[in-house]
């Protein structure tokens, strides 16, 4: 089993719409998660922390299940702008950060 | 700009060279990072260096490769004798004493 796993997608939705990501990590012990967003050719920027069970920021809403071993992201209200690729993200012993392949996120008109 | 820098942007190389690419990070940050990024991946590890030690290298870190980071400010990464599969986008990243990372906006290498 892969240490971060996504759907690379992609996604492509209305404009408007509800979209939602999931990612399974296997490291039961990682206390910490993160999703990173990145846009074409362009470094990734960190979008959202998830330290206990989940957290909400305007649109954006992380949950966290350790049960499962999996963290969503949900976006509300997609805007164009939305479009990009979103990285799970698993720090991994010593700070090292183990990323999800990504998933794509195509918004539309 | 208070972000990570990265220099050069883009590096077009022929295999068999030498490059050195450098990362000025967060002024206030005292962990660095370097990441490899190929098409279609997330970044990779690559290594790690808190102060100006270096405490963590990535299997993926060949010989060829060398990170250094002199005076705990800025880091350059080395890549000797390129090969075409060293083709990739080269990340640096900094954070405090969080697992937030910070990234910069990566050299693109190209090796031809």
């Known amino acids: 089993r892969k240490e971060v796993e996504q759907d690379p997608g992609p996604f492509n939705v209305p404009e408007g719409a509800t979209v939602a990501f999931n990612c399974t990590y296997s490291n039961s012990a990682s206390q910490s998660f993160f999703w990173y967003r990145q846009d074409c050719r362009k470094e990734p920027k960190l979008l959202m922390s998830v330290y206990s069970s989940g957290n909400e920021d305007g649109r954006f809403t992380a949950q966290l299940n350790r049960a499962s071993q999996y963290i969503s992201l949900l976006i509300r209200d997609s805007k164009l702008s939305d479009s990009a690729t979103y990285l799970c993200?698993?720090?991994?012993?010593?700070?090292?950060?183990?990323f999800g392949t990504g998933t794509q996120l195509k918004v539309e008109l | 700009d208070t972000g990570v820098s990265q220099d050069p942007r883009h590096k077009i190389t022929k295999r068999g060279q030498n490059v050195t690419f450098r990362c000025d990070p967060i002024?206030?940050?005292?962990?660095l990072y370097w990441y490899r990024q190929t098409l279609g991946q997330g970044p990779e590890f690559l290594t790690y260096f808190q102060n100006e030690a270096q405490l963590e290298k990535s299997r993926l870190l060949s010989d060829r490769f060398s990170a250094e980071r002199p005076k705990g400010s800025f880091s350059t990464l080395e890549i000797q004798r390129t090969e075409q599969g060293d083709s990739a986008m080269y990340l640096c990243?900094?954070?405090?004493?969080?697992?937030?990372?910070?990234f910069g906006p990566g050299t693109r290498l190209t090796v031809t």
């Open positions: 990243a900094s954070s405090s004493s969080s697992y937030e990372q910070y």
């Open positions: 002024s206030e940050h005292n962990r």
């Open positions: 993200v698993v720090p991994r012993g010593g700070n090292k950060l183990t």
